[in-house]
C-alpha cells in the first residue's frame, strides 16, 4: 500500500477572514473571498475587480469590555493578496476589517475578522520597541526563516512576492 497524500486545498470556498497576534506590536491577517463575492462586487458597482481598492481596517481599543473599537489604521491592500502583515503601537484587543472604498469615498466592509486580545501581562505588551516595528515594514526584504521558508516583513503580504 502506498500512503498518498491529497494536496492542500487553495480555497475552501468560503468568505473568511481570520486574525492572529503573531506578537505585541503585529498582527497577522489570511482571508479568502470568493468569486462569488467578487462577481457580487463587479455587478454591484459595476467596475470589474481589478479596479476595486481594496481595504484593510485594523480596529483596536484598551481592553474596556464596554468599550467600542476605533479605527487604528487603514491600509490599501493588494487585490492578489490573501494575507497581511499588520504593525500596531498600542491597543490590547484588535480586529481586521476588510473593505472597498465605495464610488462616494465610502467604506464598505466585507468580511471582519475574529476578535483577538492581548494577554495582561506587562511584560509581554512591552516586549517589542514601538520603533523597531516600524522599522520593519515594507523597506525589509523577505528574511530566510530557519525552515527554509521565508518570513515576510511587517505590512507586506505573500502577493506581493508573487512574479508579475
Same mark, same amino acid.
Given at each position: 500500500m502506498q500512503n498518498e497524500v491529497e494536496p492542500i486545498q487553495e480555497s475552501y470556498g468560503e468568505n473568511k477572514l481570520v486574525l492572529l497576534i503573531r506578537d505585541p506590536g503585529c498582527?497577522?491577517?489570511y482571508w479568502e473571498l470568493?468569486?462569488?463575492?467578487r462577481s457580487m462586487v463587479e455587478q454591484h458597482f459595476r467596475i470589474p475587480w481589478g479596479q476595486v481598492q481594496l481595504l484593510a481596517r485594523v480596529m483596536g481599543n484598551l481592553n474596556?469590555?464596554?468599550? /467600542?473599537?476605533?479605527?487604528l489604521n487603514e491600509t490599501a491592500i493588494d $487585490?492578489?493578496?490573501?494575507?497581511?502583515y499588520f504593525p500596531v503601537e498600542s491597543g490590547r484587543r484588535f480586529q481586521v476589517i476588510l473593505g472597498l472604498r465605495g464610488p462616494g469615498g465610502d467604506f464598505i466592509p466585507l468580511l471582519e475578522s475574529n476578535l483577538v486580545e492581548l494577554g495582561d501581562n506587562p511584560e509581554l505588551l512591552a516586549a517589542i520597541p514601538r520603533k523597531q516595528a516600524e522599522d520593519r515594514t515594507? $523597506? /525589509?526584504?523577505?528574511?530566510?526563516a530557519p525552515s527554509g521558508d521565508y518570513e515576510y516583513p511587517l505590512g507586506i503580504s505573500s502577493a506581493?512576492?508573487?512574479p508579475k
Open positions: 498582527l497577522f491577517a470568493t468569486q462569488e463575492l474596556e469590555p464596554g468599550q /467600542s473599537l476605533s479605527i $487585490k492578489l493578496a490573501d494575507n497581511w515594507e $523597506k /525589509s526584504p523577505p528574511i530566510p506581493s512576492h508573487l
